[in-house]
């Protein structure tokens, strides 16, 4: 057994989430986190809501509202969905929270202590009309190196290359319009070229990652210039040193303060356990912590933060890099295994758009939709290394041709038979098993190597496909051995044991697919005659903020029962009622009705 750190984007919390989120974060983590644990791994999976930053002040001064206000909002929105999904975290929080400002803030001390953290006098951008500081996101123009005409003021995301908004060609507001005007101010930057060779080193040692991100990620090192981690902003986490912790005016900028969320939140679950330093056995790199793996999943937007800018933290708080230093109170800490990171999901040819009506939000698909049948189309037909669009064609197809008609099928005949003639899982006959039988047990069993490894790579594609061969094969075995057709006394041995292989497969096939459809697996576990978890899901618990701040949800759970990743052996003569389906046909009609509802 390891220890396996699950670490997941953390979703930006000033609106619902679209099905595009959560197929790049959402829901590759958790089938990577259930096949984790059914394996026998100690996991530990954590996120919670992005909540400070401009984007959500500019947002809540619109609507009246303080960013607190809006982030509260949105918080339990995002929480209600993921529990929706089945995200099985053991603890999804937010960055509002004290225990955060607190990891936050000694993280940017220790790296302080050790001079990564440098202060320096830079051009900041003012709205001409409102005299307020316009941040870096909220400036767009034309990239000066790969001439991108859409570029942002921190970074282009053509050529992935970090920016600063007075190098832009052209820049503009994207508030207002205007051009915004460039005056002195004083911040605090995180001095990458000093951390540099460490990085270099780490990537180099990088085994296993998807090409792309390993690729994009060793180009960035080329060029790595001081970056600024402090904003003039109201609304964030206070600079803690001595003549900036009063001030109102500057704020640690959102994503330094993000991305610590993961080292955060893993310390708030240690605390809520009652452990408080059990946190370490996925962090330390001394001590419990030190063969801990962790993997980081997030959207190929995030990569910079999650490749360059999180580990350059980490080790200079370590006090790793060319200044040396020594760790920080908590100790050194593990740098990633490996970021995890998806392409992009588009929506009938187009671009998630808000404001075009060119998307689908999680609730809103769960109020009409199963979501296995979201998770299935993520996991067989999402953006795993490539750019993929998703259309209601070809979501009503895989439901209906491969859940319905496919897995669900095999599972609905196969119970229904045995039901029907025997009332509980029959007996093999004594004469023993056809190399038939034989050989598609065998493709079962194979299925928990085949699949689990693929899983563990992050395949998931792949994985999803070869379980789903598993289903083709006892569908065949099915056709081919036709029990229906043994009608006579005699036969009833031999429609037994054809019966209870193909439910053996389905059980076995079930828990191949538990990390991809939990929601479904626990009704076949159930269908089989089995009782108890199978597929352990998420709660939504309304919590106490550990130093006094006000309360808020969580999503966590107890994931310690459940399946294992293993063929388990099923006992004849168990109970078998007539099963209800357990995937919904849907009606074509729904394409039409889904395109109806979007913009343009």
């Given at each position: 057994m390891s220890?396996v ?16 989120h959560?197929?790049g974060?959402?829901?590759p983590s958790?089938?990577f986190?259930?096949?984790m644990r059914m394996?026998g ?5 954590v ?8 984007p959500i ?7 009246g ?5 809006l982030?509260d ?13 089945g995200?099985s975290?053991?603890l ?5 929270t004290?225990n955060?400002?607190?990891v936050?803030?000694d993280?940017f ?8 953290i440098?202060?320096?006098t830079?051009?900041g951008?003012?709205s001409p ?23 942002r003021?921190?970074q282009c ?6 920016l600063?908004?007075?190098d ?6 994207k508030i207002n319009?205007?051009?915004?005007k460039?005056?002195e101010?004083?911040h ?11 990085l270099?080193?780490?990537?180099d040692?990088r085994?296993?990652?998807r ?7 060793r ?6 210039q001081?970056?600024?981690i402090?904003r003039?902003l109201?609304w964030g ?6 003549g900036w912790?009063?001030r109102?005016?500057?704020?640690i900028y959102?994503w330094?303060d993000?991305?610590?969320g993961?080292l955060s939140a893993?310390i708030?679950w240690?605390?809520?356990?009652g ?6 056995r ?7 912590g030190?063969d801990a793996?962790?993997?980081?999943f ?5 990569i910079?933060?999650h490749?360059?800018i ?16 020594e760790?920080?109170?908590l100790?050194?800490?593990n740098l990633?295994t490996e970021?995890?990171?998806s392409?992009?999901?588009t929506?009938?040819g187009?671009k ?18 199963d979501?296995d ?10 953006p ?5 669009d ?9 439901n209906?041709?491969?859940?319905v ?5 095999l599972v609905?005949?196969?119970v229904?038979m045995?039901a029907?003639?025997f009332?509980q899982?029959?007996?093999?006959d ?6 038939a039988d034989?050989?598609?047990?065998a493709?079962a069993?194979?299925?928990?190597t ?6 563990a790579?992050?395949r998931?594609?792949q ?6 061969k598993?289903?083709a094969?006892a569908n ?10 043994l009608k006579?006394e005699?036969?009833?041995p031999?429609?037994g044991?054809?019966?209870?292989v193909?439910l ?9 697919l ?5 929601h479904?697996a626990?009704?076949v ?10 597929a352990p899901m998420?709660?939504?618990e ?11 949800p969580?999503?966590t759970?107890d994931?310690?029962q459940?399946a294992?990743?293993e ?10 009622a007539a099963?209800?389906p357990?995937?919904r046909k849907?009606d074509p ?6 395109l109806a509802?979007?913009?343009?």
């Amino acid at each position: 057994m390891s220890h396996v750190l699950a670490a997941v984007a953390w979703p930006y919390a000033n609106g619902p989430r679209h099905i595009g989120h959560v197929s790049g974060f959402g829901v590759p983590s958790d089938v990577f986190a259930r096949y984790m644990r059914m394996a026998g791994h100690d996991v530990l999976m954590v996120s919670g809501t992005d909540e400070h930053g401009t984007p959500i002040q500019v947002q809540a001064d619109a609507e009246g509202l303080t960013p607190r206000e809006l982030a509260d909002r949105y918080n339990r929105v995002i929480v209600e969905d993921l529990h929706g999904l089945g995200l099985s975290y053991d603890l999804f929080t937010r960055t509002t929270t004290r225990n955060h400002y607190a990891v936050v803030q000694d993280l940017f001390e220790g790296m302080y202590r050790n001079g990564y953290i440098v202060p320096k006098t830079t051009m900041g951008a003012i709205s001409p009309s409102t005299g307020r500081t316009l941040p870096d996101r909220y400036i767009e123009g034309t990239c000066p190196i790969c001439g991108y005409d859409s570029a942002r003021g921190d970074q282009c995301d053509n050529c992935g290359n970090q920016l600063d908004p007075i190098d832009l060609i052209n820049p503009k507001s994207k508030i207002n319009g205007e051009t915004p005007k460039f005056v002195e101010t004083e911040h605090f930057f995180l001095d990458l070229p000093a951390l540099a060779d460490v990085l270099r080193q780490w990537l180099d040692t990088r085994e296993g990652w998807r090409p792309n991100v390993l690729r994009f990620s060793r180009n960035l090192l080329d060029d790595l210039q001081p970056r600024a981690i402090t904003r003039d902003l109201e609304w964030g986490v206070p600079i803690p040193l001595d003549g900036w912790r009063e001030r109102t005016d500057k704020r640690i900028y959102v994503w330094f303060d993000a991305v610590i969320g993961y080292l955060s939140a893993s310390i708030e679950w240690a605390r809520r356990t009652g452990d408080p330093e059990a946190w370490r056995r996925w962090w330390s790199t001394d001590g419990q912590g030190k063969d801990a793996q962790s993997y980081y999943f997030m959207g190929k937007d995030n990569i910079v933060f999650h490749s360059v800018i999180w580990p350059a933290l980490l080790a200079g708080y370590s006090g790793e890099g060319a200044r040396d230093g020594e760790p920080g109170q908590l100790g050194p800490l593990n740098l990633p295994t490996e970021v995890v990171s998806s392409e992009f999901l588009t929506m009938e040819g187009r671009k998630f758009s808000s404001s075009r009506r060119v998307v689908i939000y999680v609730r809103d698909f769960l109020e009409r939709y199963d979501a296995d049948a979201l998770r299935y189309f993520i996991a067989v037909a999402g953006p795993e290394s490539n750019d993929t669009d998703f259309t209601w064609a070809e979501f009503l197809r895989r439901n209906n041709d491969e859940l319905v008609a496919g897995w669900g099928n095999l599972v609905n005949r196969s119970v229904s038979m045995a039901a029907k003639n025997f009332g509980q899982i029959p007996a093999v006959d004594p004469a023993g098993l056809t190399d038939a039988d034989q050989a598609l047990l065998a493709v079962a069993r194979a299925g928990f190597t085949t699949v689990g490894d693929l899983i563990a790579k992050h395949r998931q594609k792949q994985a999803i496909g070869e379980a789903m061969k598993v289903v083709a094969e006892a569908n065949r075995y099915l056709s081919e051995q036709a029990p229906w057709k043994l009608k006579d006394e005699a036969d009833k041995p031999r429609m037994g044991t054809i019966l209870h292989v193909a439910l053996q497969v389905v059980s076995d096939a079930n828990t191949l697919l538990t990390p991809f459809l939990p929601h479904s697996a626990q009704k076949v576990h159930e269908l089989l005659g089995g009782t108890g978890v199978h597929a352990p899901m998420p709660v939504i618990e309304q919590v106490d903020d550990l130093d006094g701040g006000p309360a808020y949800p969580v999503l966590t759970g107890d994931y310690t029962q459940g399946a294992r990743w293993e063929s388990v052996p099923l006992e004849a003569g168990r109970p078998l009622a007539a099963p209800k389906p357990v995937f919904r046909k849907l009606d074509p009609s729904i394409v039409d009705e889904e395109l109806a509802r979007l913009g343009g």
